[in-house]
């Protein structure tokens, strides 16, 4: 069980469907974020759960970006009609209660 | 708004030289600044983080300067390795209730060459 893993690693999608990442976290971690990525940049923050609490979505860029966590351990982030603009790796990370963010490889999604 | 300005965008230096990589932060109520290192394919690794009681952390080759007064802080590598070669972020958070999320800057691409 060594850290945290994503999947797909990679996700080919056409503009106007839907995806679904997967993020398993480290056993036992309280708390988990997402980031996304875009090519040569640094990661940006999406949204924070703790448990299955999301408790900050501040950083979800439009209302097709949807993330949940329903039993506090995985979590799934949906993009509902995916627009060109979406492309990007989406990073999960996950920590103890404030702890450091252990993060995982990421999935990059590409819509054509 | 940029809130953690990094700087330079690439670097490339001899093995056994000293890059430095520079970041500035807008946010006085920041109190916690890790640097991470990225190579391609894979998520970000945390190297070393500091607080701003102290001005200054040593881990390994790596070590963290802070000043406080400034709100900058810099990473230095030293006695760097062509497997340093990487890409650099450094970033800030603060306890909001919510987590600790992360504040990132746009990363320097190191290269070490022999």
């Known amino acids: 069980g060594a850290g945290v893993s994503q999947s797909p690693r990679y996700k080919v999608a056409k503009r106007g469907q839907d995806v679904a990442l997967r993020c398993d976290p480290i056993?036992?971690?309280?708390?988990l974020f997402w980031y996304q990525q875009a090519l040569g940049q640094g990661p940006e923050f999406l949204t924070y759960f703790q448990n299955e609490a999301q408790l900050d979505k501040s950083g979800l860029p439009s209302d097709r970006f949807f993330a949940e966590r329903p039993e506090g351990s995985v979590s799934t982030l949906k993009i509902q009609r995916t627009q060109q603009e979406d492309s990007a790796v989406y990073l999960c990370?996950?920590?103890?209660?404030?702890?450091?963010?252990?993060f995982g490889p990421g999935t990059r999604l590409t819509v054509l | 708004q940029q809130q953690v300005k990094q700087s330079p965008q690439s670097l490339i230096v001899q093995k056994g030289g000293i890059p430095i990589i520079n970041c500035a932060y807008e946010?006085?109520?920041?109190?916690?600044f890790p640097w991470y290192q990225q190579f391609p394919g894979k998520g970000p690794a945390l190297l070393i983080a500091i607080r701003p009681d102290v001005s200054e952390k040593k881990e390994g080759r790596f070590t963290i300067s802070f000043n406080k007064s400034a709100k900058q802080f810099s990473l230095h590598i030293m006695d760097s390795q062509p497997g340093d070669s990487a890409t650099y972020f450094c970033?800030?958070?603060?306890?909001?209730?919510?987590?600790?999320?992360?504040?990132f800057g746009t990363g320097t691409q190191l290269k070490v060459e022999l």
């Open positions: 990370a996950s920590s103890s209660l404030e702890g450091e963010q252990f």
């Open positions: 946010n006085t109520a920041f109190d916690y």
């Open positions: 970033a800030a958070s603060h306890p909001t209730g919510g987590g600790n999320k992360l504040t």
């Open positions: 056993s036992g971690h309280v708390s």
